[in-house]
């Protein structure tokens, strides 16, 4: 038997059907959610907490004239299997398959590319107000979170639209749950507005009665704004100049789909509030929604597993660790992040330190000055924070801590490819836009030891220092217990080339930052090249560059980052600056926006892996590769 949404094509099947059968609609697209993840992974939490609100949306909405613009976009499963992407959903998040984000260029129904919050009420304002200056009728809608609301972003955008007549429709879906815990004086506000039952229930049987009745619904609305005052205070949204209607209920389509039908009728910037749960429909998810929030692969029967096997040490998890020992050295260290303390490892410094433990929200421009501030009173923050968010702070890194040389310290996560997650999220630009900031420092551990080293002796610095690691785990080294950190700015030698002699240039030296050293010194044994572990990006060991270049014929530099401006161009900058003409090949991320898939294949992609760099350098340098003649054996 055919199932309701299989004959769902594109939203206008959708809304061709009656009413009634959009709670099965709701139901069924509940349980393809659930049955794709469980098979691809992905997001899970967010999107079962979406699957009415999409419905309803799409429903009354006359998408794609009429513009969906969803914050993250890490809730838009629905809206994908909506809108022609259901036989593509088990591609999802796979190399070549569906993004786990909205991208313009998959559908002409994901109207804003996004995967970063607190974007969409300011590309929905800009899409409305074209609308208006093209003479065009079409409706802007921005889903939004109650976690991306903590970004300033998010505000600017309420701040400029209140004032703007077009057709603007702002919805805050309020299921109460960031990433990590709400936090801020805004999630205490929305819990005050929800409070108010009486006053949310009395003028959603309203809006119900008189859907049918726009003039009735226009006084009614009229009549409310008076009697408004007498129940609770105006709320900050409608001081921002937007008509607020909420709090609904957000899984009940028999409210959703009236309030947004009267809304739709309605003159100026509407502000919709819904409540909704994460994990909806699936009591795991709402049990844990966190634990839920970006599962891998399961059995919907049964749940999350511990895996049979001790997983590996991530880097994630070195420091944590790390933090916590230090934390413990020094009362001066402080905690920061921005609304991802799962994500960065730093649910035990919490439980351990909380006096000295900051989730900010989703404002990394503001962790960053705030972290500024604490240092110019002589404490030693810790920013912890994915490379990928931190260029969200650029400004606020230059201006408020370089310029200041104060001692921030920033664990960069994520840095390199990512994955699944795809462009969005690959760190592949933090060596490039730190290394040109004066006073900034950029360490590039190459294994768990070398990060636990590396981050103390960041901590041991004046300065602000950058720590980058990737995401997983590396080659699995183990980690000094102690606390002791590497020579600032020194790198070294870790496989020199059989038969080097003294004052002879002879064949080739790779140069490796971070964790590409290991698959560098799988091709050097075949190449029988030296490599060297460089540790910092910046400052440069030049000594140990000069010395190396003067005893190779060429060099390779290697690292898991964009190439322009990369670690490489600091190697090719240091040898111009001291008057060295050598060979030099460049290998790292080419000047592409590397799309989502497993991350060692995508690596193997771009020649970062063992096999790819010795191809790279046999290409280039096939003359200078001959293995070193044999010593010869004296013969009595």
């Known amino acids: 038997m055919t199932s309701l949404l299989e004959t769902i094509n594109d939203p206008a099947d959708l809304r061709r059907l009656p009413r009634a059968q959009l709670q099965t609609v709701a139901d069924e697209l509940r349980a393809c959610v659930l049955e794709n993840v469980a098979r691809t992974g992905g997001h899970l939490s967010s999107n079962l907490g979406t699957v009415e609100l999409t419905v309803a949306l799409h429903y009354v909405f006359n998408t794609p004239e009429d513009r969906l613009v969803w914050d993250v976009g890490h809730q838009t499963y629905p809206h994908k299997i909506l809108t022609g992407r259901r036989a593509r959903m088990p591609s999802l998040r796979q190399l070549g398959g569906l993004s786990g984000f909205p991208q313009r260029s998959e559908s002409v129904y994901d109207t804003f590319g996004t995967a970063h919050s607190s974007t969409s009420i300011s590309a929905a304002l800009g899409m409305a107000v074209a609308a208006r200056q093209k003479g065009e009728s079409r409706h802007a809608v921005a889903i939004i979170g109650d976690g991306a609301m903590t970004a300033g972003m998010a505000f600017e955008a309420l701040n400029n639209g209140g004032v703007e007549d077009c057709k603007l429709l702002v919805i805050l879906n309020d299921n109460d749950m960031s990433i990590s815990p709400p936090v801020g004086a805004l999630n205490r506000y929305l819990a005050q507005l929800m409070s108010g039952q009486f006053y949310s229930a009395a003028k959603n049987v309203g809006k119900n009665v008189l859907k049918v ?280 030698i870790r496989r020199l080339r059989d038969g080097a002699t003294d004052g002879a240039r002879q064949g080739v030296a790779i140069l490796a930052f971070g964790t590409l050293l290991y698959p560098a010194l799988q091709a050097a044994e075949k190449l029988n090249a030296t490599v060297v572990n460089m540790r910092w990006a910046k400052p440069l060991d030049v000594g140990l560059l000069l010395q190396v270049a003067a005893g190779h014929e060429a060099l390779v530099t290697v690292e898991e980052g964009c190439l322009m401006g990369g670690a490489g161009s600091a190697v090719s900058e240091a040898l111009q600056a001291a008057g060295v003409v050598m060979p030099l090949l460049q290998l790292g991320l080419p000047d592409v926006f590397i799309e989502h898939g497993d991350p060692v294949k995508l690596l193997a992609m771009q020649g970062l892996d063992a096999a790819g760099i010795e191809k790279s350098i046999l290409a280039r340098f096939p003359t200078l590769l001959a293995a070193a003649p044999a010593p010869l054996k004296s013969v009595a």
């Open 213 to 492: 009745a726009p003039p009735l619904f226009e006084l009614a609305k009229r009549l409310e704004e008076h009697a408004k005052g007498m129940v609770v205070p105006a709320t900050l949204f409608e001081k921002f100049g937007f008509n607020y209607v909420g709090p609904i209920d957000g899984h009940d389509l028999d409210s959703l789909v009236p309030t947004l039908e009267n809304i739709k009728q309605l003159k100026g910037p509407q502000f919709l509030h819904v409540v909704t749960k994460k994990g909806q429909g699936y009591k795991l998810a709402e049990a844990d929604p966190v634990a839920y929030h970006g599962p891998g692969k399961f059995d919907p029967a049964v749940g999350l597993v511990p895996p049979a096997a001790v997983p590996k040490t991530t880097f994630t998890q070195v420091f944590g660790q790390w933090l916590c020992d230090m934390a413990e050295k020094d009362p001066r260290l402080v905690g920061i992040t921005p609304a991802m303390r799962e994500g960065s490892g730093m649910v035990e410094f919490e439980k351990r330190f909380p006096g000295r433990y900051y989730d900010v929200g989703i404002a990394e421009q503001h962790a960053v000055t705030f972290a500024a501030g604490l240092a110019c009173e002589g404490l030693k923050p810790v920013v912890a924070i994915y490379s990928t968010f931190l260029q969200r702070a650029y400004d606020q890194l230059i201006h408020d801590v370089a310029i200041q040389n104060l001692p921030v310290v920033f664990a960069l996560d994520r840095a390199g490819l990512v994955g699944a997650d795809g462009a969005t999220h690959a760190g592949a630009y933090d060596i490039a836009y730190l290394r040109c900031i004066p006073n900034m420092a950029v360490a590039c551990p190459a294994d768990e030891r070398e990060c636990r080293q590396l981050l103390s002796s960041a901590f041991e610095q004046n300065h602000p220092v950058a720590v980058r690691y990737p995401r997983g785990a590396g080659a699995g080294v183990a980690q000094a217990p102690d606390l002791a950190g590497l020579p600032y700015g020194k790198g070294e």
